[in-house]
């Protein structure tokens, strides 16, 4: 196992996407553009992967915009197990790029699924985040990794400290 | 993307102040000159009883075309209850 599979939310970046190299279709065409019925498959296979979904740009180790980036740490900072979470880079698909907007309604990425049901995009991350929201939500959704001191809310916890496998 | 999207915040805090009633809109071009990346923060009465996911998709409904054309967009969303809160607490220092 390398080094980066092995960080706080591991490179699960499935690829259930056939690669769509010769398709690569200007910006503005998307609004016309049809969600057809293979892309809509895909993208409910991708959705239904992991209790923990993220349309994201890049990977959790190396996120290529901020928005995404940000997304990555509240969910490191929440707790969600990497076991429970599966992260999408769209960057490597444009049919999934474009499919997903679509999909969700929703023009932004990166793109939060929890149990299948839209979340939203980082603004709304980030204020659940702060509102605590957020947690109320994993933590009925059952998606928080499993700890030794469940009712610890200290980020530094000694068990923690112990576990070189997260990075953050 | 285009190198230029021709959207200013002029013209998405006009969209915005139209289309969704807003009493207060606040939009910040982040992009450098390029149109490309805005940060809002739109305070409606259409907003009340909505969820900031309902509230969210009711501005990017509002401003489908506009955001298709740009980079990033983000937007905060405050009914004028949520704002008037909001507004104290940041005078009271807190």
Same mark, same amino acid.
């Not at chain 1, 769509?20 to 503005?28: A, V």
């Given at each position: 196992m390398s080094l980066f599979t092995r960080s706080l939310l591991r490179a699960t970046t499935r690829q259930p996407f056939t690669p !769509? !190299?010769?398709?690569?279709? +200007? +910006? !503005?065409s998307f609004l016309a553009r049809y969600l057809s019925d293979s892309t809509r498959a895909a993208i409910d296979n991708a959705v239904a992967s992991s209790p923990v979904v993220l349309f994201m740009k890049g990977t959790p180790e190396f996120p290529q915009c901020g928005f995404s980036r940000a997304s990555i740490q509240v969910l490191g900072l929440q707790g969600v197990d990497p076991q429970k979470f599966t992260a999408f880079n769209v960057l490597e698909d444009d049919e999934l790029r474009q499919g997903i907007k679509e999909y969700s309604s929703w023009p932004t990425i990166p793109q939060l699924y929890v149990n299948k049901e839209f979340v939203g995009g980082c603004d709304i991350l980030m204020s659940m985040h702060s509102s605590g929201e957020l947690s109320e939500l994993f933590e009925k959704a059952g998606v928080l990794a499993p700890s030794e001191e469940s009712e610890s809310t200290s980020s530094t916890s000694e068990a923690e400290k112990k576990d070189s496998t997260k990075t953050e | 993307m285009a190198e230029n999207s021709g959207i200013t915040a002029e013209i998405l805090e006009q969209t915005i102040r139209s289309k969704l009633e807003a009493t207060y809109v606040s939009v910040v071009d982040n992009s450098g000159g390029c149109g490309q990346i805005f940060e809002a923060v739109i305070v409606s009465s259409q907003f009340e009883g909505k969820t900031s996911l309902a509230k969210s998709r009711l501005v990017n409904t509002t401003l489908k075309e506009e955001i298709a054309q740009i980079h990033a967009w983000s937007n905060k969303t405050y009914t004028p209850a949520q704002w008037e809160k909001l507004k104290e607490k940041e005078a009271g220092g807190a």
């Open positions: !769509t !190299t010769t398709r690569i279709l +200007p +910006p !503005t | -």
